[in-house]
C-alpha cells in the first residue's frame, strides 16, 4: 500500500505488541502463551508479507486463514476443563487494562481512512463506536478495581457492552473486504487487512481483545 506512511505501520505495530505484553501480563507471564501469540504473529506475518491475503476471489476467502484459527482455540479454550481453568486464571484487572489498546487502534483506523485504505464506516466519524470502550477503561477501572463502587455487576454490564461495539466493528469490516462476501464500501473497500502489519488487526489484536472480554465475563458470571 504505497499510498499508506510508514509511520502508521510502526505505530501498529507497537499496538500489537502492547495488546500481546498485556495479555501475556494477564496469564501471569506464561512462556506458552506468550511462545504461542509471537509464533502465530509470526506465522501471520509471513503469509501476509507474501501476499496470500491480496487474493480476494476465492471461495472459501483466504481472509478466513486470519480469523478462524484464532476463533476455533477460543471455543477449545471453553471447550476443555483445562481451557476453562486457564480462562479463570487470567487476571481480571489486566484483562480489563487491555481494552486500553482500542484507543491508539481506531486513530490507526482513521490513519487508514485518511489514506484510503479503509472505508468511513470502520472509523469513529463512520460506524465505529468501539473508541468508546477504550476511553471509558481508566474510569472502569478505577471505580471497579480502586474504590469497588459501583461493583463488578456493573464490570459485567460494561463487558456486555464493549463485546457488541466490538462485534459491531468486526462485522462491518469483514463486509467491507473484496470478494465474494463484501456487502459495504465498494468505492473504497477495506484493504488495510490484506497487508502486513494491519492484517495483525483481525489475526491478533481482535482475538485478543474478544478473549478478554469472553474470559472476564465467564469469570464474573461465575463469581456472581
Known amino acids: 500500500m504505497e499510498t499508506v506512511p510508514a509511520s502508521l505501520g510502526f505505530a501498529f505495530g507497537l499496538i500489537v505488541l502492547i495488546a500481546i505484553a498485556l495479555f501475556w501480563r ?15 504473529v509470526a506465522l501471520q506475518s509471513m503469509v501476509a508479507l507474501r501476499g496470500f491475503y491480496t ?6 476467502p483466504h481472509a478466513l486463514a486470519m480469523v478462524g484459527p484464532p476463533v476455533l482455540l477460543i471455543g477449545l479454550l471453553f ?47 463512520g460506524r465505529n ?6 476511553l471509558s477503561v481508566p474510569v472502569v477501572y478505577y471505580l ?4 469497588q463502587v459501583p461493583g463488578r455487576p456493573w464490570l459485567l454490564a460494561w463487558n456486555f457492552i464493549c463485546l457488541g461495539l466490538l462485534l459491531n466493528i468486526v462485522a462491518n469490516a469483514l463486509l467491507s473486504v473484496p470478494g465474494p462476501f463484501q ?17 495483525l488487526l483481525p489475526a491478533v489484536v481482535v482475538p485478543l ?16
Open 55 to 60: 487474493v480476494t476471489n476465492t471461495v472459501p
Open 129 to 134: 463506536f468501539d473508541i468508546l470502550s477504550g
Open 144 to 147: 471497579v478495581f480502586k474504590k
Open 183 to 199: 456487502r459495504f464500501s465498494f468505492e473504497q473497500p477495506n484493504v488495510a487487512i490484506l497487508h502486513f502489519p494491519f492484517s
Open 26 to 40: 494477564a496469564a501471569h507471564y506464561s512462556r506458552l502463551t506468550l511462545g504461542l501469540l509471537l509464533g502465530w
Open 209 to 224: 481483545v474478544l478473549l478478554a472480554h469472553l474470559a472476564a465475563i465467564r469469570q464474573l458470571l461465575r463469581r456472581g
Open 79 to 125: 471447550a476443555t476443563a483445562r481451557g476453562r481453568r486457564y480462562l479463570d486464571g487470567l487476571n481480571l484487572q489486566t484483562l480489563t487494562l487491555l481494552h486500553v489498546v482500542r484507543i491508539p487502534v481506531e486513530l490507526v483506523l482513521f490513519g487508514l481512512f485518511v489514506h484510503q485504505a479503509v472505508p468511513e464506516l470502520m472509523t469513529f466519524e
